[in-house]
């Protein structure tokens, strides 16, 4: 998978034709999405946990990005705001699938423990280890893999977290610290905690 | 503090992970336990923002789906501006023509005052 282009450089390219597309050039905006739909489906994964679910979170974000790029301040790189749009096209999605299923995990649902089989030469392996976590990741309760997913690894403020997944910054901090130390116990038990879930 | 409170106090800067709060870090400088937990919490960020480089392939048709979406889109948006173009046309041409009209009148009484004055 090709990683994405260095910040200063994919702004420098955006740049332009964010101009272009917020003055209602349509090709423009073309080719922003096909400069960063792999990003931005990357995120939307991240948030689903599946790809028919991404596939449908990316798509709608584009259409929401391409019915308001007009009103588009520029305060924020591009990218940033279509973090933004994906994570509230993500948490709405994952709001109607809930209230049709009802299927949410609750966020002390246990996770599969997989310590047992774990190799430790593969352990070793910091590709290994980003698997396992983003194994992980997928595991947990939608509405902290959410928070995790914005603040650790995308960067996003509290804030703008919180209102984009329409809940208080007091709560997504709190989520933040679960969904950390959920992910921590799984990856990086301590001595005891490694005994514990075994006897789980 | 008590131990299990360190998760709440544990903030990911761009420097690194740190413990907000002066008593927690007192607590860490002297408790083993929370040490080897703080360490762990330091490797569990380093390996979620390694993820940030990673970027999955969203698989044939995606793109072509979304441009159809993106089409869809703005075929309706130009629907919307020529129905809306229509609507100002309308508004405006009956504008026009009212005003004509009372103008016509206007000037239809004031030659019919002069004719009288005349005579």
């Known amino acids: ?200 | 503090m008590r131990c299990e409170d360190l998760a709440e106090m544990v903030s990911a800067t761009p420097e690194g992970v740190v413990i907000d709060d002066v008593r927690g870090r007192r607590h860490v400088e002297t408790c083993l336990r929370c040490q080897a937990e703080l360490a762990r919490y330091r490797k569990l960020v380093r390996t979620l923002r390694s993820l940030r480089s990673e970027v999955f392939d969203p698989g044939p048709g995606f793109v072509a789906d979304v441009l159809a979406a993106l089409d869809d889109a703005g075929d309706r948006h130009l629907l919307r501006s020529l129905l809306s173009g229509h609507r100002v046309a309308y508004v405006g041409g009956l504008a026009v023509a009212t005003a004509g009209a009372a103008g016509a009148l206007v000037i239809a009484r004031s030659r019919g005052r002069r004719v009288a004055l005349a005579g």
């Open chain 1, 1 to 200: 998978m090709p990683a994405p282009e260095s910040n200063q450089a994919m702004t420098e390219i955006l740049s332009p034709l964010v101009a272009a597309a917020r003055q209602g050039d349509r090709r423009a905006f073309e080719e922003l999405f096909r400069l960063t739909s792999a990003d931005t489906y990357t995120l939307a994964y991240r948030l689903m946990g599946n790809e028919d679910d991404a596939r449908d979170v990316a798509q709608e974000a584009y259409l929401r990005a391409y019915r308001g790029i007009a009103k588009f301040r520029g305060d924020a790189r591009f990218t940033t705001w279509m973090y933004r749009i994906t994570a509230n096209c993500a948490a709405s999605h994952l709001e109607r699938r809930r209230r049709h299923r009802h299927e949410e995990l609750a966020d002390d649902a246990p996770l599969p423990d997989r310590c047992a089989e774990r190799d430790p030469q593969a352990r070793a392996d910091a590709g290994a280890v980003r698997d396992e976590l983003t194994v992980a990741l997928a595991e947990l309760a939608p509405r902290l893999r959410a928070v995790i997913v914005l603040r650790d690894i995308y960067d996003l403020p509290h804030e703008a977290i919180a209102t984009e997944l329409g809940i208080t910054e007091t709560a997504a901090k709190v989520r933040l610290h679960r969904a950390r130390a959920r992910l921590r116990e799984r990856l990086y038990p301590l001595p005891g905690e490694e005994v514990a879930a075994h006897a789980v």
